[in-house]
């Protein structure tokens, strides 16, 4: 549901076999296998759900390059909105490939925005500052939006915590379906987590992430 669950449990049952089997796997044996089973689910993932969950750190990634750990400078209390649709992740990377097919310098430059976004972000997040996260997620948004990534639900749960004050919304993962994620004032979190709830959110958490 975009919050890389599957790698996640992938990653646990291999600790838990190897472990089994008298010889542990971690780092980057255990990274490669759980992309494998990734790569059998998704088709072409990017690699960074596997990446993030075997390291346990923050992570900015850029597939084909090393992960490079980065340090988070203020907490980040987001509320997650789960739409209560299921949807493809293969499908949808086929869909945006096959846009890109079609027009590849038009659909190129909303992938280097995208990817300028995201360095932003990174830079962001490290100087922990709240306001510029959350412009740059709406603004990711927009742009996932515009490659067919999103959907009518997601956009209106978006729209919905934007409205009562959340500082940012995209969707997560895949997109189409699965979870959105807020990035709110700790103290508005409930009003956001309402607001989704009645905008169709079949349920809601709220979490905050810090530097370990």
Do not use: C
């Amino acid at each position: 549901s975009g919050l890389g669950s599957g790698a996640a449990i992938t990653a646990a049952l291999i600790r838990e076999l190897s472990a089994a089997l008298g010889s542990p796997l971690e780092g980057d044996e255990l990274n490669a296998l759980v992309y494998k089973v990734e790569k059998v689910h998704h088709g072409t993932p990017s690699g960074i759900d596997n990446t993030v969950i075997v390291m346990n750190a923050p992570v900015y990634f850029v597939k084909g390059q090393p992960p490079r750990p980065f340090r988070i400078g203020q907490p980040l209390t987001f509320v997650v909105a789960d739409s209560g649709v299921q949807a493809s992740t293969r499908e949808t990377v086929n869909a945006v490939r096959d846009l890109y097919n079609f027009d590849p310098e038009a659909y190129r430059g909303f992938f280097e925005e995208i990817g300028a976004v995201v360095d932003d972000a990174r830079n962001q997040i490290e100087q922990g500052n709240l306001k510029d996260i959350g412009q740059l997620m709406n603004r990711n948004h927009q742009m996932l939006s515009i490659l067919s990534v999103s959907s009518p639900r997601l956009n209106n749960l978006v729209s919905a915590a934007r409205q009562v004050g959340a500082l940012g919304a995209k969707l997560s993962g895949g997109g189409r379906g699965g979870n959105i994620i807020a990035l709110v004032e700790p103290d508005n979190a409930q009003r956001v987590a309402d607001a989704l709830r009645g905008a169709g959110a079949v349920q809601t958490w709220t979490t905050t992430v810090s530097q370990q």
